[in-house]
């Protein structure tokens, strides 16, 4: 339970990294996803919680398989 807080920072890191690394990957102020005209902050948002957690997770299970 003593590792639990440093899980939710390296989370929030992969998080920010996602969000460092698409900043400028959507041009214009809106999108169109799935017929909705969203705006690039939202899509960006939704894109940092996805490929955070997958980061997350796919470095977590690294670290756990070669840890030993």
Do not use: E, H, S
Not at 2 to 28: D, E, S
């Amino acid at each position: 339970m003593n590792k639990l807080p440093f899980q939710i920072l390296f989370l929030i890191i992969c998080m920010t990294a996602v969000a460092y690394l698409n900043r400028n990957n959507f041009g214009g102020p809106a999108q169109k996803v799935f017929r909705f005209w969203l705006p690039k902050q939202v899509i960006i948002g939704g894109l940092c919680v996805i490929l955070g957690f997958f980061f997350w997770i796919t470095v977590n299970i690294l670290l756990w398989q070669f840890g030993k």
